[in-house]
Every structure is written in structure tokens, then in C-alpha cells.
């Protein structure tokens, strides 16, 4: 699988890169922010999967995934972010994205997200 | 400033530590922290706008720095460099924004964080009360530091209004 993680934190992506490498995921594109990773989606793409930050700078999470949806690319996202409000978990599932996971988290759970979206995307497939 | 906005981040330190940080902690309880304000190696500075405004520290020795670094990452640093800074940077992130979800209104951001490495002394905007919250753990003292006052017409700026007097 091609994945990208588009987060700000070097940290948050080496964890997240940690927990893709124990379910064998190797193909893995890195974007500091929603620029980068939206440059990335153009360039790179298609991904079979992206994992997205909500708060950086430049471009945030949010306004990424309103453009990649706003190309008609349907690539299943997951937010990933300390927001954890309930309007902004719906502004997020509005905007396209398939699944939301909070900040902080344990590696087994994100594992269990990573599964569950990307079986939700086979079976629509 | 009111306990709906102290006891938040009891719960989000308390979380942080119990799903990403496999380190034995205690949490003591808050105080009102008044001057002289002591000198730390790091701190990790996030600020906070909407029905509040103001700033959240994080304040820690180099030698809790390095090993909370080692307890998210999984990997030793021996130095305070990027990757420890963008650690340091990351916990502040995850302690603001678990405590923001708890607060009373909804209508809250908060900035990227800022992290200053190297002795120095965090001033605070004037008149503005501080809360420490202290964070006990075998590498020393997390100090978690709240400056935020409630507003009567939401906020937009993100920036935290704090200046940091460094010692070298």
C-alpha cells in the first residue's frame, strides 16, 4: 500500500511510521504540512491511504482534505489530531474524511483505525 | 481563573501519560505560581484563543526532556536538538488540545507550539493569574503552566502573548 502521513511533528510521523511498519505498510511519502501533502496527492499520487494532522502551518488538515476531495480523489483519509470536539469531528466527516482518530492514542489503536477504515474502503470499492 | 478550566488538563496529563508515555508519574495539586518565577532548560509554549486567551507551558529539565523524548519515540537522544524539541513540541500539543475539548464553550484554538531550549525564565502578560500544575516522575518535574482568562467576545489570534528572558 502507498501511504502518506502529512503532519507537522517529525515525532508524530516517525510514531505513525512505526505502527504502519509493524502491519508491513514500507510504501510511505512524508508532507510537513497541508501544502506539501496536497502537492504530494498531485505528484505522487494516487494513495491508498493518508493520515492527516489538522493543526499546522501553512496549510491545515481541514482545508487539505476539502481540496483532495474538492479533485475528486477519493482516497480514504484519517484524521488524526488533538481536535476532539464534536463540531469539529463532524466538520471533518463532512468534509470527506472517513475516519477521525484523537490525539494522544496507543499504537493498537491506531492500528485498529488504520484496519477498519481501509476495510470500509475495500468493501465500497 | 475557574476549575472548569484547571481540571482539563489534569485529565489530558493524566491521559497523555497513560496511553503514549510509559513512565510512573504523579500529579500534585495546582497552585497559584507567583513571582519570582524559577529558570528552566525547555519549555514548549502553546497559545489559546476563543471564549479564552492565553498560553499553556510545558516546563522540564534537559534530563526529563531527553527521556520524554525516549518514552514517545522510542528512540535515545543524548542532546536537546530538533528531534527532542519537536517531541517536547508534540506532548505540548497533545496536553493543550485533550484539555481543550473539556472546556465549557467549544469554540477554541490553539496555536503550534513554540519550544525554547536553553536556561531561561518565562514571563507571563501582566495581571494574568498562572496555575502550575506539577507532574512528578522518576526524570523529574513536568510543570504545566496555565495563563488563560475567560473573554466575554471570542478571540481569533492564535499567538501566545508570553516573552522568554533567555540564559544562555
Redo the contacts between chains.
Keep these: 500500500m502507498k501511504i502518506m502521513l502529512v503532519d507537522?511533528?517529525?515525532?508524530?510521523r516517525?510514531?505513525w511510521k512505526?505502527v504502519l511498519g509493524k502491519m508491513n505498510e514500507t510504501e510511505i511519502t512524508e508532507a510537513e504540512d497541508g501544502a506539501k501533502g496536497l502537492l504530494a496527492v498531485e505528484e505522487h499520487g494516487p494513495f491508498d491511504l493518508i493520515l492527516l494532522d489538522w493543526?499546522?502551518?501553512n496549510m491545515d488538515g481541514i482545508t487539505m482534505l476539502k481540496k483532495v476531495r474538492g479533485k475528486n480523489i477519493s482516497t480514504p483519509v484519517i484524521m488524526v489530531?488533538?481536535?476532539?470536539?464534536?463540531?469539529r469531528i463532524i466538520e471533518a466527516l463532512k468534509a470527506g474524511a472517513s475516519n477521525y482518530m484523537?490525539?494522544?492514542?496507543?499504537p493498537d489503536a491506531l492500528q485498529s483505525k488504520i484496519k477498519e477504515t481501509m476495510k470500509k474502503a475495500s468493501a465500497l470499492a | 481563573m475557574d476549575v472548569t478550566y484547571i481540571n482539563p488538563f489534569l485529565s489530558s496529563i493524566r491521559n497523555l501519560f497513560d496511553t503514549m508515555l510509559q513512565i510512573p508519574f504523579h500529579i500534585g495539586k495546582p497552585s497559584l505560581k507567583e513571582a519570582p518565577l524559577p529558570r528552566y532548560d525547555v519549555s514548549g509554549i502553546i497559545g489559546m484563543s476563543g471564549t479564552v486567551s492565553g498560553c499553556v507551558v510545558l516546563n522540564l529539565s534537559k534530563e526529563l526532556a531527553l527521556q520524554l523524548t525516549l518514552e514517545l519515540t522510542g528512540e535515545e537522544v543524548t542532546e536537546l536538538d530538533e528531534d527532542c524539541a519537536d517531541a517536547i513540541g508534540e506532548i505540548a500539543n497533545m496536553i493543550a488540545g485533550g484539555a481543550k475539548k473539556d472546556f465549557p464553550g467549544e469554540d477554541n484554538s490553539i496555536s503550534v507550539p513554540s519550544i525554547v531550549i536553553g536556561r531561561h525564565r518565562v514571563s507571563y502578560p501582566r495581571g494574568l493569574p498562572i496555575i502550575s500544575i506539577p507532574c512528578d516522575t522518576s526524570a523529574g518535574r513536568l510543570e504545566v503552566e496555565v495563563a488563560l482568562q475567560e473573554n466575554s467576545v471570542p478571540t481569533t489570534a492564535g499567538a501566545a502573548k508570553t516573552l522568554t528572558e533567555n540564559r544562555g
Design positions: 507537522d511533528s517529525r515525532t508524530m516517525n510514531i512505526k493543526n499546522m502551518p489530531t488533538t481536535e476532539a470536539e464534536k463540531p484523537v490525539k494522544p492514542f496507543t
